[in-house]
């Protein structure tokens, strides 16, 4: 068996009100890359955010006061502060060069998810404002130009609880199920297998940014052949863990 | 950019005492795979486990008094829940269905890495004493074979806080930096990059995990080729953040 993780050379420099997946298709075709069934687009959330427009000048934001009383408490500029909280349903850590909160969409994250890299001068990049809906619109735009139906993954870089590093994990996703069930197989001795579900959108998104890079040279699209996706609907929001149900200290 | 998954399709069924480093060798042989300078293999932690007699049988552990009054509380088998504490340097979360554990390796995990899959019935598999070491001696004997100096990686799948689903992580290295270093590097701005630190070992171990899968035709071995890897000395052990580091709730 075998994964082909296939990333253009050359992806467009993009800028706000792109047509995204014009550039997705055009890129592909540059590099000669043809969309089968069964094979999954990973698209970094950086391109998906500045093509939306989610490029905020910094001396467009005027702080809150509790953005003000943060941003001293974390020693971040007040500005950046007012935005993370503005992308976050709750504060979960604060303390100086550090903010984890809840982010909008769910997941828990450094910073709101908020980056000034490759955002210009004085700017910084929000993600998407849904990214199930971004990795939609280019799937949908892929199946009409390759006539294929593929999944797409938009990808995002996180820390995490416990390890050190981060790793790509899945943030927006259309067209496969987020998990792979292994429940109820069975293993060489016939064992039922009890708790294997494995994320393998995050798994493909970790793939995918291997591939592309952090930095000038970045590669924001990879193209994955052979894994073993189950096609359907989905959605980045299954990956979440409600508080409730987190099991982790 | 291209990066390449392969997973021979035949594993011979590993048993307590086989010379693992044997069987890798030969199933690549038998593959029609060549092992080059800059290629990872992974390897599915259950294999190493067996093939290093880490197989314990149910029926020879005696429960201590603390493994007995924990199982009462997690509802689960008391001579399972001794050999979890036999294996972990602190409980960090204890109740009905769910043991958390710091292994005594350092990652926090679910049952102390104690696994029925895979291992006969009434038999339980532990993780590797050492899976640094282990994925050294199959580096230096895949070296001798193929005269080219590879990195291993051992991985094992982990549930996540805050996540749900579990991906493959790397709990054994040998021949590979565990992190590519993005700091320093410049964004299309310029704009230097400050806390981009990437976990590959682990992004490898989760690529890698998409081909294992986790029943009876598993594949327990995967050969990664064209990964941005940093050849060196490095360990798992990097990989795990300490409890004073920690950032996250």
Not at 48 to 63: H, K, M, N, Q
Not at 65 to 85: F, H, N, Q, S, Y
Request: aromatic fraction near 2%; charge should be positive; proline fraction near 6%.
């Amino acid at each position: 068996m075998e994964i082909r993780l296939l990333a253009p050379r050359r992806f467009p420099r993009v800028r706000p009100q792109d047509d995204l997946p014009g550039l997705v298709i055009r890129c592909l075709r540059e590099a000669d890359l043809t969309v089968g069934v069964g094979d999954v687009l990973v698209i970094a959330h950086k391109v998906v955010s500045i093509a939306e427009g989610r490029v905020v000048s910094l001396s467009d934001v005027t702080p809150s006061p509790r953005a003000e009383a943060l941003a001293r408490k974390v020693d971040k500029d007040p500005r950046l502060v007012e935005l993370i909280l503005r992308e976050s349903q709750e504060v979960l850590r604060a303390r100086p060069g550090l903010l984890i909160v809840r982010h909008r969409l769910g997941f828990v994250c450094a910073n709101g998810g908020v980056d000034h890299s490759n955002a210009g001068p004085g700017r910084v990049v929000l993600l998407p404002m849904d990214p199930d809906r971004s990795a939609e619109q280019i799937r949908m735009r892929v199946r009409e130009a390759f006539g294929a139906d593929c999944a797409v993954i938009v990808a995002d870089t996180h820390g995490r609880a416990h390890r050190e590093g981060a790793v790509g994990i899945c943030i927006g996703l259309s067209g496969m199920a987020p998990f792979l069930d292994h429940r109820g197989r069975r293993d060489l001795y016939g064992y039922e297998l009890r708790s294997s579900v494995e994320a393998i959108a995050d798994e493909l998104a970790s793939a995918a940014t291997l591939l592309m890079g952090q930095s000038a040279e970045g590669r924001p699209l990879v193209l994955v052949q052979g894994a073993p996706i189950v096609p359907g609907e989905g959605s980045a929001r299954a990956l979440i863990r409600s508080k409730e149900r987190d099991l982790f200290p």
